[in-house]
Each structure stands twice: as structure tokens, then as C-alpha cells.
């Protein structure tokens, strides 16, 4: 899983917002959005992670879904039916063929690796349940 702390930068990259433009959005402090995007408290320098209520103005201030912040976060695990499990040989196909049909590397994109594997989860899911 990736850190929050890096996905959270790039998902903030990706709307083109500063760091102000995301405290307005997100009610949360422009210096407390870059201690979560750094991963670390700026005085002590010890580990920070979002809490649920970060997380929820975030996603609502990035338009991006709340479940799949708390699952990068750890807070929550598997999609809400344990019994399918993404393999890592359709996630891998995904990523290749993403690579070679638009020369895009989604291997170093956190914000694409967590919507890839949301995405082929659902795909799954959605089979499943045909059967």
C-alpha cells in the first residue's frame, strides 16, 4: 500500500491546487495539509496520519472517494467482500497494458495505482455476482 502521505500530495497535484486552495476547499489548515502530504509532525518529526474526519474533508474537497483514502490510510482493509481478492496478475496486466498502449509509466502514480486496483476490484466484484 502506498503511503497516504505521498498519495495525498499527488491527488492535490493532480487538481492543480495549492496548498491554500485545498484549506479552503477542505476547512483543514494549509500548514497541517503539508504535514500530512510530508508524512511527519513539522516540530517533532514524528509519523502523522490523517484521521477519518482529515480524510472525509479531503475526499470531499478533491472529489475522490472517501473509501479508498481510508483504505491507503490502513484504516480499512479489502472492498466490503473479503471473498474477492484482486490477483496481482490482473493488476500487473492492467499496468502493462497501460504502459504499452499509452507509453504511460502507472507503476510510479499512487493516485492511478489505488484507482487501477479499485477499478478491477469492481470489475470482479460485478462478475461475481452475475454467477
Same mark, same amino acid.
Given at each position: ?6 498519495f495525498l500530495?499527488?491527488?492535490r497535484?493532480?487538481r492543480?491546487?495549492?496548498l491554500r %486552495?485545498a484549506s479552503?476547499r477542505s476547512?483543514? &489548515?494549509?500548514?497541517?495539509?503539508s &504535514? ?5 509532525h513539522?516540530?517533532t518529526?514524528a509519523?502523522?496520519?490523517p484521521s477519518p474526519e482529515s480524510?472525509k474533508?479531503?475526499?470531499e474537497?478533491? *472529489? ?8 491507503v490510510?490502513g484504516?480499512i482493509?479489502? *472492498?466490503? &467482500?473479503?471473498e ?7 493488476y500487473?496486466?492492467?499496468i502493462k %497494458?497501460?504502459?504499452?498502449k499509452y507509453?504511460v509509466?502507472?507503476?510510479e *502514480?499512487?493516485?492511478?495505482n ?6 478491477l476490484l ?10
Amino acid at each position: 500500500m502506498f503511503e497516504i502521505s505521498r498519495f495525498l500530495r499527488e491527488l492535490r497535484g493532480r487538481r492543480k491546487y495549492t496548498l491554500r %486552495e485545498a484549506s479552503e476547499r477542505s476547512g483543514l &489548515s494549509h500548514s497541517y495539509i503539508s &504535514s500530512l502530504e510530508n508524512g511527519k509532525h513539522p516540530k517533532t518529526k514524528a509519523p502523522i496520519n490523517p484521521s477519518p474526519e482529515s480524510l472525509k474533508r479531503l475526499s470531499e474537497a478533491y *472529489n475522490y472517494d472517501f473509501e479508498t483514502l481510508m483504505k491507503v490510510a490502513g484504516y480499512i482493509e479489502g *472492498n466490503g &467482500s473479503e471473498e474477492l481478492v484482486l490477483s496481482e496478475s490482473s493488476y500487473d496486466m492492467a499496468i502493462k %497494458e497501460a504502459q504499452s498502449k499509452y507509453g504511460v509509466n502507472l507503476r510510479e *502514480n499512487p493516485v492511478a495505482n489505488a484507482t487501477i486496483r479499485e477499478l478491477l476490484l469492481s470489475l470482479a466484484k460485478q462478475e461475481s455476482e452475475k454467477k
